[in-house]
T-cell receptor, first 111, second 113 residues
């Protein structure tokens, strides 16, 4: 069973609008949670990384939140741009530093 | 800034052939990770190296082997290729320490015919 669940599986938003992606995990013990952006056929690009003591971290128009108690994280994209169209992958690391990947959320931004 | 370099970017092989994928980590990164991503699937961790020693092993088939060299580049050797080995193979590198960000290379797309 995948230890990292993401939702929604995909979404379509209009350029300029905001959206929020969800990530729930069961990895324990927990070390850190990362959000990656992956364009089709390319390597994942790191957006944020948070340890259990961090609640929020921003990277430009991307803001990630983490609730280590409920084992939930979100990635908020503000004022979406066409270049934001990609897969967004939630990756959770346990204390052995192995990475557990979520299935990703495919975001399509339309003009 | 220098990124992770992988070569070749594309590779076509036939069944039962061998393939070697190369990964050059970001300078001063001494930890290398290999991932396999099948079509429409999550990346699966294969193996990692730290200071030229294997540090962790994931779902790497026995037909595959890997090593890290003195200059920290790594090679993934794949033998007796099967159709199911067709995938995108990512290499990532990081500085020492588990909370360091893993920086991914562009991947090598392997197609086995």
């Amino acid at each position: 069973k995948n230890q990292v669940e993401q939702s929604p599986q995909s979404l379509i938003i209009l350029e300029g609008k905001n959206c929020t992606l969800q990530c729930n995990y069961t990895v324990s013990p927990f070390s850190n949670l990362r959000w990656y952006k992956q364009d089709t056929g390319r390597g994942p690009v790191s957006l944020t990384i948070m340890t259990f003591s961090e609640n929020t971290k921003s990277n430009g128009r991307y803001t990630a939140t983490l609730d280590a108690d409920t084992k939930q994280s979100s990635l908020h994209i503000t004022a979406s741009q066409l270049s934001d169209s990609a897969s967004y992958i939630c990756v959770v690391s346990g204390d052995d530093y192995k990475l557990s990947f979520g299935a990703g959320t495919t975001v399509t931004v339309r003009a | 800034a220098a990124g992770v370099i992988q070569s070749p970017r594309h590779l076509i092989k036939e069944k039962r052939e061998t393939a070697t994928l190369k990964c050059y980590p970001i300078p001063r990164h001494d930890t290398v990770y290999w991932y396999q991503q099948g079509p429409g699937q999550d990346p699966q961790f294969l193996i990692s190296f730290y200071e030229k020693m294997q540090s962790d092993k994931g779902s790497i088939p026995d037909r595959f082997s890997a090593q890290q060299f003195s200059d920290y580049h790594s090679e993934l050797n794949m033998s007796s290729l099967e159709l199911g080995d067709s995938a995108l193979y990512f290499c990532a590198s990081s500085r020492p320490g588990g909370v360091e960000t893993q920086y991914f290379g562009p991947g090598t797309r392997l197609l086995v015919l």
